[in-house]
């Protein structure tokens, strides 16, 4: 995979701002790695630019419902940019009970948060940001002992730390992030044409479609029942 020095050259030259076979001083190294990494920090946001759900599981306190999550939290992880379905509890018989997630409005309408229950049924984050790069996770009712949390979240899309790192990701972001890059850094230094301008949405694009998620219908649970149901036939 290439290093961060290729991409950015490589941005550089469908500019014209570079020829082939260029190098970057030491000035140029510090301030386009950090412009690389302001935009790669800002697709983060974007979330059919992360390609990786992933899956963490935690264990429970009894009767603790809030939990720091982020480096040096509670749940000591890279702060999440969202936490997304499924998420469940798993007892000591390994039994699965799914949490629905709700907002911090409503979260914040339940009367009596402090309530003991065997197993939570409802998950909220507050998407904080810390001086720690920490946030909190609300559960309720409050958890019962033995009991472990699985949370499925979209971290953020990782920087580029030196000039020599390789890019790790999957195929098609090379060409977004050269494309846009050189879109991106060129302003205050030379024009870019509609077609690159073009061709950076259009790879942006292709990610997007790669990423985005296959929709799952279900019925709400008061038409369903508990029994099985069918989303053609109904309950």
């Not at 920090?41 to 974007?46: A, G, K, L």
């Not at 759900?53 to 419902?65: D, I």
């Amino acid at each position: 995979m290439p290093a961060t020095s290729t991409m950015i050259l490589n941005a550089l030259v469908m500019t014209g701002e570079k020829p082939l076979g260029s190098t970057l001083d030491t000035d140029e190294q510090r301030y386009y790695l950090s412009r690389l990494n302001s935009m790669i920090d800002s697709w983060t946001n974007e979330r059919l630019m992360i390609n990786q759900l992933s899956q963490t599981s935690f264990s429970l306190t009894a009767s603790q419902g809030t939990y720091t999550i982020g480096n040096g939290g509670n749940f000591n992880m890279t702060r999440p940019t969202r936490i997304v379905d499924p998420c469940f509890i798993r007892d000591s018989d390994n039994s699965d009970s799914e949490l629905e997630i709700i907002d911090m409005t409503a979260y914040g309408r339940l009367v009596l948060k402090t309530s003991d229950g065997t197993y939570p049924s409802y998950l909220a984050y507050d998407y904080g940001f810390s001086a720690t790069s920490t946030a909190s996770v609300y559960l309720y009712p409050e958890p019962d002992s033995g009991l472990t949390l699985f949370i499925n979240t979209l971290q953020p899309l990782t920087n580029f730390s030196t000039m020599s790192q390789n890019l790790i990701m999957p195929p098609g972001y090379q060409d977004a992030i050269e494309s846009n890059f050189a879109v991106r850094s060129a302003p205050g230094f030379i024009q870019v044409s509609q077609d690159l301008k073009d061709h950076a949405v259009q790879a942006k694009k292709a990610i997007k479609s790669q990423n985005l998620p296959a929709p799952v219908s279900r019925l709400d649970y008061g038409i369903a029942g508990t029994g099985r149901s069918n989303i053609l036939t109904g309950p």
